[in-house]
């Protein structure tokens, strides 16, 4: 079992729609959550990140973490084609003070 | 405005060869990262420094080397190259280790023949 899992996608959505990015992680203890989107050829830039249970807002972003379920998201609203990209989560996992990333999920935002 | 700034942004290397990556931060961040990148695989950490002086282990570490020169830099050096090292490699450093989000330079692509 990997230590951060996403959906690969693709994930397609209209412009103006909400798109809702997925990840699951496996080791409880980890604290501290991130999302980074990444262009094609190009390196992760940090969106937001989330320590606490419940929702964090920041402009169009909002991250949601359920430490009970393990989960955290990522929702996207009026997508723009600009948010075409892969969305990838991280989490610091406690157990060994590692950072660990999932394979990222490819969001495409059609005109 | 530089960030972190890794050298060199492509290499090509015969299987065997030896390489330095360079990685320089000028945010005054105390920890820093190398991670590689391959299809399929996601961003995987090599090695860490939490702290100037200090290195540890990530999850992939076999067949590296790395050295916290100073606060601003972290080198990762490959002894003898291997296919299997062809890869995409990021640095990264954070104010500091755990909480804080880390900052990506632009990457050496590196090919292993």
């Known amino acids: 079992q990997k230590e951060v899992e996403q959906n690969s996608g693709p994930l397609s959505v209209p412009e103006g729609a909400i798109a809702s990015l997925n990840c699951t992680y496996s080791d409880r203890g980890s604290q501290s959550f991130f999302w980074y989107r990444q262009y094609s050829g190009k390196s992760p830039e940090l969106i937001m990140f989330i320590y606490s249970n419940g929702d964090k807002e920041d402009g169009r972003f909002t991250a949601q973490l359920n430490k009970a379920s393990q989960y955290v998201s990522l929702l996207i609203r009026d997508s723009q084609p600009s948010d075409s990209a892969t969305y990838l989560c991280a989490v610091h996992s406690n157990t060994g003070n590692q950072f660990y990333f999932g394979t990222g999920t490819s969001l495409t935002v059609i005109p | ?113």
Request: overall charge neutral; some cysteine.
């Open chain 2, 1 to 113: 405005n530089a960030g972190v700034t890794q050298t060199p942004k492509f290499q090509v290397l015969k299987t065997g060869q030896s390489m330095t990556l360079q990685c320089a931060q000028d945010m005054n961040h105390n920890s820093m990262y190398w991670y590689r990148q391959d299809p399929g695989m996601g961003l995987r950490l090599i090695y860490y420094s939490a702290s100037e002086g200090t290195t540890d282990k990530g999850e992939v570490p076999n067949g590296y080397n790395v050295s916290r020169l100073n606060k601003r830099e972290f080198s990762l050096r490959l002894e003898s190259a291997a296919p299997s090292q062809t890869s995409v490699y990021f640095c990264a450093s954070s104010a500091y280790f755990g909480d804080q989000p880390q900052h990506f330079g632009d990457g050496t692509r590196l090919s292993i023949l």
